[in-house]
């Protein structure tokens, strides 16, 4: 038994070294590269975080990193698919994707990803995969390696405590809170993130068994499933901001809404947004944020790197850095982003874990505790019929 512990012992340090090794490897290559990332550019604090990602990468690694901001990270899916199409297998325009839910369906089942890379990251074992299981499980879906988780998220509800008193706890009381505040109520234009989201969280309310949620969408079954989810906004929208004949673009302008009073109830899918924006001035201080009885819809997303990336190297430099304790307590503390960690913790040095400790979290942000366990998210085939579903009834307005 010793001499199998020792042999075992020295597979696992040979196997380390090895991929000490790797690593080196890769940064040697990686210097000098230019990594085109793909990230959503909707909101100012985002766009700074990741511009100050880019500094520290090329400072530390002279890797230079351009953010390409993208609204709907489909567009850059379609871009990738078209060089494939085109014959372009290497030096493609992407380099680096901010993604999850159905674009990373889309991409693993064309075969649109590079190979899977998170166990040649050094930062990778410091995730909490086991307390985190969604850091490997995206919308159902395994991510085989082939997506480097970066946050978490969970759907939460924002309301001014000065003015609603008693806030709707769960999909029917809003309704019902909605035809008593007539005006008071909206939600971002599908397909929006947000919007979109809502939805799903909406659909996950209403629907009998939400077990079916869990498998691809039927087309035969898919209009039973949802025909809830129709009735609730036909009932609903007419109580809407501007009576549902319009919606706000995006999360930012429904934050925009809410902070100008337009509207009393906003959500977000970062339970530490609302106390950014309160320490930004963006709403006001007596903001709160709640979670329904239920429960809400959590995730994790990430980045990826496609089959033709010109600075794959590069790509998996950025990919490690964001897993750094630094850049994961940067991103977590709602001065910056808000934006919850994936890593365990328990598994950082002292001086690392007290980057976390020593985070404010705001008044407005929930403990995980009160956040409770989050709701998985439907497989990505019911945002895609949901999306298509509601353009085609609503998107004229209504």
Not at 29 to 36: D, E, K
Not at 121 to 130: M, Y
Not at 145 to 172: H, K, N, T
Request: hydrophobic share 45%.
């Amino acid at each position: 038994m010793r001499l199998l512990a020792f042999a075992t012992a020295c597979l696992v340090a040979v196997a380390g070294a090895a991929r000490a090794d790797d690593w080196q490897a890769i940064l040697e290559r990686a210097r000098g590269q230019t990594v085109f990332w793909n990230a959503w550019g909707g909101d100012q604090a985002i766009n700074d975080y990741i511009a100050w990602v880019a500094g520290e990468v090329e400072d530390r690694y002279g890797v230079e990193v351009r953010h390409v901001k993208v609204a709907d990270m489909a567009e850059t899916v379609s871009r990738v698919l078209a060089e494939r199409t085109a014959g372009r297998t290497e030096d493609g325009s992407v380099d680096l994707i901010w993604i999850n839910g159905e674009n990373f369906a889309a991409m693993k089942a064309e075969g649109l990803l590079g190979p899977a890379f998170t166990d040649l990251l050094p930062n990778f074992a410091l995730v909490d995969t086991e307390g985190k299981p969604t850091t490997l499980i995206d919308f159902t879906i395994p991510t085989d390696g082939l997506e480097s988780p970066w946050g978490m998220a969970q759907f939460v509800f924002s309301y001014d405590s000065a003015i609603v008193y008693e806030p709707p706890r769960s999909i029917d009381a809003l309704l019902a809170w909605a035809e008593a505040n007539p005006g008071r109520f909206t939600y971002p234009l599908p397909p929006d993130f947000l919007g979109s989201t809502f939805l799903k969280q909406a659909l996950i309310g209403l629907v009998e068994d939400r077990s079916v949620l869990r498998e691809p969408v039927a087309a035969a079954a898919f209009e039973d499933v949802a025909a809830p989810l129709w009735d609730y906004l036909d009932a609903l929208h007419p109580h809407l901001w501007r009576q549902g004949q319009s919606f706000p673009v995006s999360g930012p302008e429904l934050v925009r809404l809410f902070g100008d009073g337009e509207i009393d109830i906003a959500f977000h899918f970062n339970p530490a947004e609302a106390s950014g924006l309160i320490e930004r001035g963006q709403v006001a201080e007596t903001t709160r944020t709640y979670v329904l009885d239920g429960g809400t819809i959590g995730n994790t997303h990430f980045v990826t790197i496609p089959f033709n990336a010109s600075a794959p190297d590069g790509a998996m430099v950025v990919a490690n850095f964001l897993l750094s304790p630094e850049a994961q307590a940067r991103k977590q503390d709602p001065q910056y982003w808000g934006d919850f960690t994936v890593l365990d913790l328990d598994a950082l040095a002292p001086e690392e874990r007290a980057l976390f400790e020593a985070i404010d979290l705001g008044p407005a942000t929930l403990s995980p505790e009160s956040l409770g366990v989050p709701l998985e998210e439907p497989h990505p085939s019911w945002m895609t019929a949901i999306e298509a579903a509601w353009q085609e009834r609503y998107g004229q307005g209504g």
